[in-house]
């Protein structure tokens, strides 16, 4: 009896607690969220959605409750799902943290500029309100009927081979993707086969957004998701065709009796997606790059004071997202004073940063001073920017140095005035006439003249009976068996897979085949002189830069150590596809006969 007396008074006295501890529980809680600000905003993971697509928005109030909670109007958008509300809190170093959303999934209905404007909720008192939100929707670039359901295909499950973009320039980073759409369970997507990508310099890519989407295609609802990027560079101007991709899925099979029967294997084809590439505007400049994209460049010293005796290191980094096999290395400005040789590479790599293949090179020039004094070198870089389409000038800080003189320096002076002068020779009197007329001087000389005429008169006479040299074109002829020969034997090397024999007997093709054709000397083989002398001869901008890429690539296999044996076989046919180019340019220039 006492026990239970005692359990009532018990059970009474917590009732009448209970009202007052939730009080205080929800002061205490009110307290610690009034320590952290208060925020409120609108997020979306795209402001750029193509036309058909969905996506989310969300709106979230941190370090307060909210109530009251009025949508914005989502004109020019379509609501297909939410709003759907979250609550939660949270504790991080004794400071209360809670958290709410309203979320909405959003259809782009049509192209263009659409403001999402700002939502409001009430909390603490107070109105707060979001940022207003800007989407922009555009058309979709991946080419006629890329997000259409295939001819002859299955309207529930298809996959596009789709690109970034209608049309390009030669060199520049397009991206094509297979897309599968589906309105089936699919348990995994296995790709089977791949274009060749004939016309492209191709890379494939390993980080890609794998994350499933929504999009409505003639009035269905799909959800799609991306199975391989592939990042495409164009090597000419001309429209090309990119062929079909071959998927196998694995479909659950319909019906109630599906998870016993288990998959079905689907096989699936992409349609050809076209890519209209364009040339680069003329003329280019002449100190163009080759490169066509978004590019950096920065240059530093190893030093800013040197003597005559030592070597100044100049290093340069370049990066950017276009064709890393046409790109020049830049060029410092000449001077007399410094002797600067040409660069070598000494690190290089290429990585992906989720949207686009990035590539990255370092250059190292040795500047050997000739003649003390201070120096002031501005390196430039030009590339080719194709959301402008124009060239522009890069440029940085220049690099400054002062030169002294060494222990070795040997002025410019002392070499004019190293022969002694000559004594001034007095006006000869009567007397000295006669002295000079009969000392054994005068008749040594005499003799001496009489021997030189001998000589020159039995010159040509020999010049007269020596046999005519073989006509030019005959001697071209010679050369150009010489050339070919050179030429004959690379495939075997490229069949032994000798990747440093192989670029060492290409280059000096290449060389040869310039000896000839322009006339080159062995001294003049360098890249600049070959790209004056070519510019001469009328030969395009773009034949000029792939000739001098290949040329960049067999000198960083021969001379600065790189392995670029996976390239053989692409380096191969550029480069009898660009001479087959060079010779008909020059042919057509008039400035040379071909035969």
Sequence with gaps: MKFSQSFSFFLRSARAFLPVAAGLFSLQTNLLLAQAPVTFEATTDYREVVEGSAFEVT??????????????DFKGFKVTGGPSEMRGMSI???????????????????????????????????????????????ASRAGKGASAVPPNGDDQIFVTGELDRETAYPGQQVTWRIRLYTQLSVEGADLIELPDFQGFYSKEKRRFDTRVSYQTVRGKKYAVKTLHEEALFPQEPKEITIGAAKVRAAVESAGGLGMLLGSKPVLLQTQPVRLKVKPLPDPAPASFSGAVGQYEFSVSADKNALSTD?????????????????????????????????????????????????????????????????????????????????????????????????????PRSTYQDSLALLTPVPEPTEAGWKQWVTSPVFWGLCALLFVFFIGVFLWKKQQKKAPVSAPPSQQVAVSSRSFRDRFAAIPQLLQAGQPRAFYDALLKSIQTYLGEKIHLTPAQMNQEYVRRRLTEYQVPAIRIQALLAIWQTCEQSVYAGQNQAAQMESTWKATESVLKDLDNDLRHSGKIEMR
């Design 92 to 138: 991080v170093n004794g400071q209360t943290r809670a958290h709410q959303s309203w979320s909405y999934q959003l259809e782009a209905l049509r192209t263009g500029s659409f403001t999402i404007g700002p939502a409001t909720v009430t909390a603490n008192g107070k109105t707060w309100n979001t940022k207003a939100l800007t989407i922009q929707v555009v």
């Design 59 to 72: 709106f979230s109030l941190k370090n307060a409750q909210g109530s009251r909670f009025i949508a914005p």
């Design 310 to 410: 030592d070597a100044l290191v100049i290093t340069i980094n370049v990066q950017g997202n276009g064709d890393g096999n046409r790109v020049a290395p830049p060029a410092l400005p000449s001077s007399d004073s410094l002797e600067i040789f040409e660069p070598k590479v000494t690190a290089e790599e290429s990585y992906e940063n989720m949207e686009q293949l990035v590539h990255s090179k370092s250059l190292e020039y040795i500047v050997l001073p000739k003649e003390p004094g201070v120096y002031s070198l501005q390196p430039s870089f030009v590339v080719f920017d194709p959301d402008s389409n124009r060239y522009i000038v890069k440029t940085v800080q220049s690099i400054d140095f002062q030169v002294t003189a060494g222990k070795n320096y040997r």
